[in-house]
């Protein structure tokens, strides 16, 4: 299973760090991505990382500024939100797959002055 973490209010220009915490499964089989959901908007890809690390990939709305990473002895895939905006809030969810399908519980961002 997965459990996201680490959202929370923040204000336009800060910066947040989600977790994404993997058990039950051989994590670094798996490549992880994060979405993201706001009311009334379709779900939407923000960043995914091979289960290596070794290759990662960003939406153009979050270059620059959003960094995923992972910690496969920590079972744990993490995603930095620096200068975040008002349009980056909704519910950010992690995704893992593989062999499987696994999605996680989400975590609320945001901003909002």
């Known amino acids: 299973q997965l459990q996201a973490s680490g959202g929370g209010l923040v204000q336009p220009g800060g910066s947040l760090r989600l977790s994404c915490a993997a058990s039950?499964?051989?994590?670094?089989?798996?490549?992880v991505g994060w979405f993201r959901q706001a009311p009334g908007k379709e779900r939407e890809a923000v960043s995914c990382?091979?289960?290596?690390?070794?290759?990662?990939w960003y939406a153009d709305f979050v270059k620059g500024r959003f960094t995923i990473s992972r910690d496969n002895a920590k079972n744990t895939v993490y995603l930095q939100l620096n200068t975040l905006k008002p349009e980056d809030t909704g519910v950010y969810l992690c995704?893992?797959?593989?062999?499987?399908?696994?999605w996680g519980r989400g975590t609320q961002v945001t901003v909002s002055s």
């Open positions: 995704h893992a797959w593989g062999l499987y399908d696994y």
């Open positions: 039950g499964f051989s994590f670094d089989d798996y490549a």
């Open positions: 990382i091979s289960g290596s690390g070794g290759n990662t």
